[in-house]
């Protein structure tokens, strides 16, 4: 398990609070259509009290929220999850072939053909 620092926790905290507020209007704004189109509609939608229709915007809107926010941390953890795979093969790369990173400096000779020729 990597390490998040501070400032990586607190980049995936703003972007979960901002997918979370963003997925929150966008489910306010399906539960509000269906609610008007409901209320037109059902007889049994229209005799409910506002103070339960609100209830189910607000139920609906959280769910957004939460839908939006697990779906920026899991895309965070995706995210960390591929570093640490790439992590493990250049090391396991490492003590298979050697140092992968470094340029081997080798110097060619002239063939011994080439030598015999001249």
């Known amino acids: 398990m990597r390490v998040v620092t501070r ?3 607190e980049e995936v905290t703003d972007s979960a609070m901002t997918r979370g507020f963003f997925g929150a209007v966008k489910y306010a704004a399906v539960a509000s259509f269906a609610g008007v189109v409901a ?3 059902w007889p049994y939608f ?4 506002t103070v339960q229709k609100s209830w189910l915007l607000i139920a609906i809107s959280l769910a957004g929220f939460a839908n939006g926010s697990e779906a920026a941390l899991t895309g965070f953890e995706r995210k ?4 640490q ?3 493990a093969n250049r090391k396991r790369y490492e ?3 050697g140092n992968g990173g470094a340029t081997e400096q ?3 000779e002239a063939a011994p053909e080439a030598e015999q020729k001249q």
């Open 46 to 49: 229209n005799r409910l009290p």
């Open 80 to 83: 960390n999850r591929a570093q």
């Open 95 to 97: 003590v298979l072939y």
């Open 7 to 9: 400032t990586e926790g």
């Open 106 to 108: 080798t110097k060619v």
């Open 39 to 41: 209320n037109a509609t």
């Open 85 to 87: 795979v790439q992590e």
